[in-house]
């Protein structure tokens, strides 16, 4: 770095100096100068001297890298935990939760070929009947169900698609005394069949075959009763509240189909009844199979939007059925 001449004066004859212009850059950088303010030609204008300009910079510049390599040093743990994050061993799997199925007791089932041999038997004759007689030796609790089948087809003349496969899934589930299995009808349906264990032997369950339901829909509601009823849905979801249900706070939505899918009401359920908490509890993403009793309520304003009364099954299974 260079250094500026403060040579001591002599004793030889003075001589004539000419006014040398000074170079700034060697005042700039000469720290052996002594510190204070000085005049710089550039109009009338004072300002500081560089020198204090560049030990400011020098000076900030370091504490600046100072902060930077503590601040680094501090952080270096937290980023080696972030790239070398700890190896979780993952837990056993736990047995999958009776709410995560449609069904909340059915579950897969080893059955000896016997009796998938007579379940076959009986879902060829009973998808083969022609007429309601037939159903006598076919179906679960007869006494009660044929009266409801002779409701549905007063002359007696049935016709039931016939059976084209049984057994697609390649499975059988178990729900207490009933086993249900997926056949396809010869319309190319995809349908589950139910077989109640009896005392007279396997027989079908028709009533969940059928989505039967206390009355019609489309007679439900033309008349609008204010007294329960038992329907057989697929419960769906839904946001809309209108009429006697315009309160969000107090109900809780629900699309309700009929078995065929042909007719479709909105169900509603009171916050924190009891229908609310079992419907909350099992239902699932997509169709939700329940058994409901069902009314209108007074002065209905509407005749699709209903009181979902009572959770009588999650499911289409009754395992005591009414009297008809």
Request: net charge neutral.
């Amino acid at each position: 770095m260079p250094i500026a001449d403060v040579s001591l004066p002599t004793d030889e004859p003075k001589k004539i100096r000419k006014r040398r212009k000074r170079d700034r850059a060697k005042d700039a950088f000469s720290w052996e100068k002594e510190s204070g303010p000085k005049l710089v030609r550039k109009g009338r204008r004072k300002s500081k001297p560089p020198i204090f300009t560049i030990i400011s910079s020098i000076i900030t510049g370091g504490l600046l890298a100072w902060l930077y390599v503590k601040d680094t040093g501090s952080k270096s743990p937290q980023s080696d935990q972030t790239v070398e994050a700890p190896v979780v061993t993952p837990l056993p799997p736990k047995p999958q939760a009776q709410t995560d199925r449609k069904e909340l007791d059915t579950e897969p089932l080893e059955i000896p070929a016997e009796f998938i041999k007579k379940a076959e038997e009986l879902a060829g004759k009973f998808l083969s009947a022609q007429s309601v007689d037939e159903f006598n030796g076919f179906v679960r609790n007869p006494d009660i169900t044929i009266p409801r089948i002779m409701k549905l087809h007063p002359d007696g003349k049935i016709d039931m698609g016939g059976l084209d496969a049984f057994n697609t899934t390649d499975q059988f589930m178990r729900s207490g005394e009933f086993i249900s299995v997926s056949v396809r009808t010869q319309n190319f349906e995809e349908r589950i069949m139910v077989f109640a264990e009896t005392a007279d032997g396997i027989r079908i369950d028709w009533e969940s075959w059928v989505g039967w339901c206390e009355i019609g829909w489309k007679e439900f509601m033309d008349t609008k009763p204010t007294t329960g009823t038992l329907f057989r849905v697929k419960l769906n979801k839904t946001n809309y509240y209108n009429f006697n249900f315009s309160d969000e706070s107090k109900w809780r939505s629900y699309i309700l189909l009929s078995h065929d899918e042909t007719h479709q009401i909105y169900g509603y359920v009171e916050q924190g009844s009891p229908a609310a908490v079992g419907i909350g509890s099992a239902i699932q993403p997509g169709d939700n199979y329940f058994t409901l009793s069902l009314r209108f309520p007074e002065k209905a304003e509407s005749d699709n939007q209903i009181i979902i009364e009572r959770v009588i099954n999650n499911g289409w299974i009754e395992l005591t059925p009414p009297p008809p």
